[in-house]
């Protein structure tokens, strides 16, 4: 761990080491596996929630080329669990649930074509089966929640692994952080939580605040103010622009389809006005105002480049192969070939990212996705809180991905499809609904 130093600014992490599965780590995996399968197997939904538990989580190690990490081994057993259960298959067929399947199928389709002019296939085949671990916890998840719509231990997860995140934050302020900034001649960290970088952990408070949000506006569950609170603190400590103007947006959203009554809104508006108060504050004495407001970037050290670079790059590497790309995952091996053989990285945005690896197709099949897993949730008319913070995540998400690509990352894109799959099934649900969901007690 980095401890913390004046004047010292913390480099990027990019890539961890890879080190082989041994023997304790083998067992540990499938200490994990056996653990999440049994609460499964006791009830669906308590799998569930040790799956959003588990989802912040690596811990990797590298089995012929593959990496094995704890979320892999708690889907295994929780699809395990689901087999044992003999959990019936066919909410899978349902209307809004083919529709997404469809549009998993379709960035799949993109990945394989997208081999044609590739010139790594390894790294075509790690983005093919990246997706296909997605598209599995989606439709597994959807199954376990149909099964079983309990959302007690959902709740309680995510509140908990949030608490747990701001922890981990704190711990990066106050003993070292892996990445910071230079504001007006002060090194401020910027803090990532168990994540890989401060931008993935925005993204994944993109996610869960939202969710949390919808819910607090109907219960105020102290934990859940708390968790509310302390996670919109933490994405700001994130110092990510795009990841805190994408959270403000979800929050927005979430107001305006809940639509809570005068007493509620004027509650949130003054403790609102308090957060922010102090944020600003703090932000004002170290001069942040002249970062944020800027447009400008920070020179990236080592193998990370510009957003101008990248940018102009994906570009580049585009119109060598309009249609279907130079190779899904290929972006970070191929910039040599436009200029850039230092840089070794992501487009730092999923457009240009679909669009230079997987050409018009993949950014078509990217495009469709997205309007997808907002489409579905905007036809649903209901004040479900679960159904309406994923409905506003998603935007979040999709606006964030604008100046960065998160689903490049594991624990953002697991995270994701179990919230996505979460939220398919309330849809699925609404349709019962004859009045508005009475507010949690």
Request: aromatic residues 10%; charged residues 10%; proline residues 5%.
């Amino acid at each position: 761990m980095i401890r913390w130093q004046p004047g010292y600014i913390y480099p990027p992490v990019w890539e961890p080491p890879h080190y082989a599965l041994g023997p304790l780590h083998a067992l540990f995996f499938a200490a994990i596996a056996v653990a999440v399968g049994l609460l499964a197997y006791r009830r669906p939904s308590l799998g569930i929630g040790a799956l959003i538990v588990c989802a912040p989580f690596a811990e990797a190690r590298y089995l012929f080329g593959t990496s094995i990490t704890v979320s892999k081994a708690a889907l295994v057993g929780f699809v395990i669990a689901l087999i044992l259960h003999r959990t019936s298959l066919r909410v899978l067929a349902e209307n809004p649930v083919r529709a997404l399947l469809l549009a998993f199928g379709a960035i799949l389709a993109a990945i394989v074509l997208s081999g044609l002019h590739a010139a790594h296939l390894d790294a075509v085949a790690r983005e093919f089966l990246k997706w296909i671990e997605y598209t599995a916890v989606f439709a597994a998840v959807v199954v376990g929640f149909a099964y079983d719509p309990d959302d007690r231990p959902v709740w309680t997860a995510l509140i908990a692994i949030g608490l747990f995140e701001v922890v981990a934050a704190v711990h990066e302020l106050l003993f070292g952080a892996t990445s910071g900034v230079r504001i007006a001649g002060n090194p401020i960290p910027r803090v990532a939580g168990t994540l890989e970088g401060p931008n993935q952990f925005a993204a994944w408070l993109n996610l869960l605040l939202p969710v949390l949000f919808a819910r607090m506006l109907a219960d105020r569950n102290p934990w859940l103010i708390a968790a509310v609170g302390l996670c919109s603190v933490a994405e700001v400590a994130t110092l990510s622009r795009s990841g805190i103007v994408a959270a403000v947006a979800a929050g927005a959203v979430v107001l305006i389809v809940t639509r809570p009554s005068r007493r509620v809104g004027l509650s949130f508006a003054a403790g609102a006005a308090v957060v922010a108060a102090i944020l600003v504050a703090i932000g004002l004495s170290i001069g942040i105002e002249a970062r944020f407001f800027s447009v400008a970037e920070v020179p990236q050290q080592d193998h990370l480049g510009t957003r101008a670079i990248l940018w102009t790059a994906a570009l580049e590497l585009w119109r060598m192969s309009p249609l279907v790309g130079v190779g899904a995952g290929n972006f970070e091996f191929d910039l040599g070939m436009v200029g850039h053989p230092e840089v070794q990285t992501h487009a730092n945005s999923l457009y240009l990212q679909a669009l230079s690896e997987m050409g018009l197709v993949g950014l078509a099949a990217t495009l469709y996705l997205i309007w997808a897993t907002i489409a579905t949730f905007a036809r649903s008319f209901s004040r479900r809180p679960l159904l309406i913070g994923v409905f506003a995540g998603n935007i979040a998400l999709a606006l964030h991905q604008i100046f960065d690509y998160l689903w490049f990352f594991p624990k953002v894109g697991i995270f994701w499809a179990i919230l996505l799959a979460i939220g398919v099934v309330e849809v699925l649900a609404a349709r019962d609904d004859v009045g508005p969901v009475p507010e949690a007690t």
